[in-house]
Nanobody, 126 residues
Framework: QVQVVESGGGSVQSGGSLRLSCVAS????????MAWFRQAPGKEREAVAA????????FYADSVKGRFTLSYDNTKSSVYLQMNSLKPADTAMYYC???????????????????WGQGTQVTVSS
């Protein structure tokens, strides 16, 4: 059974940092892609950062470029999101998404992923 478990959310002041972790388990082979999405109250879910291992591409939303860094541990099927210079606009529920056994043409699109975590809350106060 596939499990996707996120951790690392919390509350910080503007300008602070957080590191989110996501561990995927349940398959004997690595995912094709992993990503972080976020959803703020009253807003649509949006892609924050993604890594497509097959294509060798990384994706970052324009709003986080230069502040967030995605890293991937192939041995653990894990992805990490280092978030620096956090802003109140970054406040949202952050979800880890995994594309396991399926091809991903657009790693920034939510429908490319077949497994999701429960989410971890990030709150940034001004």
């Amino acid at each position: 059974q596939v499990q996707v478990v996120e951790s690392g959310g919390g509350s910080v002041q503007s300008g602070g940092s957080l590191r989110l972790s996501c561990v995927a388990s349940g398959r004997t082979y690595s995912p094709n892609a992993m990503a972080w999405f976020r959803q703020a109250p009253g807003k649509e879910r949006e892609a924050v950062a993604a890594i497509d291992k097959v294509a060798g591409n990384n994706f970052y939303a324009d709003s986080v470029k230069g502040r967030f860094t995605l890293s991937y541990d192939n041995t653990k099927s894990s992805v990490y999101l280092q978030m620096n210079s956090l802003k109140p606009a970054d406040t949202a529920m952050y979800y880890c998404a995994v594309a396991w056994g399926i091809a991903t043409l657009n790693p920034a699109s939510a429908d490319q992923y077949n497994y999701w975590g429960q989410g971890t809350q990030v709150t940034v106060s001004s």
